[in-house]
């Protein structure tokens, strides 16, 4: 089936520590975003990429990094930088189809980081 | 820069009833994406309408409709014949013509009594 897989579901991290969340799709969308949403806020983009090798940061990327090496994967690493990482993790990509198409963003599942 | 704002933190509506959930924005572009997303409990977000400023037309999908009024910068969503399974958070966002970025507004919890 198409569609967004990220892993895992639950991630704890320890202080000091560096994790990475996994974001794979097989829609062939060219654009992969990450986004950070907390309890009684809306979601907030972290970083987002447009073409494989190239991505810009949002409105609260201190502390965190991407790569895309590969148009399937767009994967996030949350620092030790990150003073206050608990939060829900929502991957998303919108891909080719004519401009409408480019303007819907389709999301996956989630991961759930806490701090132990 | 453009904000998202949904007045309502909690709505409740009767099954087989209709509800309607508010969302403003700002902004000061003349050409723009307006979408409505639904989070129920598995956190999943899922594309419920979408709207394209351009189109004074209001976009229909099913059971859910929306009332686009651009001048008032409003952007409020009906959904009609409410069932069980419309218990979610809903989200507005906002996207520039042009942009990557869609803004999202704090969301509304709906809750559907049987």
């Known amino acids: 089936d198409g569609g967004i897989t990220q892993s895992p579901k639950y991630l704890f991290r320890k202080e000091g520590q560096n994790v990475t969340l996994s974001c794979e799709q097989n829609l062939n969308h060219d654009a992969m975003y990450w986004y950070r949403q907390d309890p009684g806020q809306g979601l907030r983009l972290i970083y987002y990429?447009?073409?494989?090798?190239?991505?810009q940061k949002g409105d609260i990327a201190e502390g965190y990094s991407v790569s895309r090496e590969k148009k399937e994967s767009f994967p996030l690493t949350v620092t030790s930088a990150q003073k206050n990482p608990t939060a829900f993790y929502l991957c998303?990509?919108?891909?080719?189809?004519?401009?409408?198409?480019?303007?819907?963003?389709?999301f996956g599942a989630g991961t759930r980081l806490s701090v132990l | 820069a453009q904000t998202v704002t949904q007045s309502q933190p909690e709505m409740s509506v009767q099954e087989a009833e209709t509800v309607t959930l508010s969302c403003t924005y700002d902004t000061s572009e003349s050409d723009y994406y307006l979408f409505w997303y639904k989070q129920p409990p598995s956190r999943q977000m899922i594309l419920v309408i979408r709207q394209e400023a351009y189109k004074q037309q209001n976009a229909t999908e099913n059971r859910f409709s929306v009332n686009f009024q651009k001048a008032a910068k409003s952007f409020s969503l009906k959904i009609s014949d409410s069932q069980l399974g419309d218990a979610a958070m809903y989200f507005c966002?906002?996207?520039?013509?042009?942009?990557?970025?869609?803004?999202f507004g704090a969301g509304t919890i709906l809750r559907v009594k049987s």
């Open positions: 998303a990509s919108s891909g080719p189809g004519g401009l409408l198409a480019k303007n819907i963003q389709y």
């Open positions: 966002a906002y996207r520039m013509e042009y942009g990557n970025k869609l803004v």
């Open positions: 990429s447009q073409i494989v090798n190239d991505f």
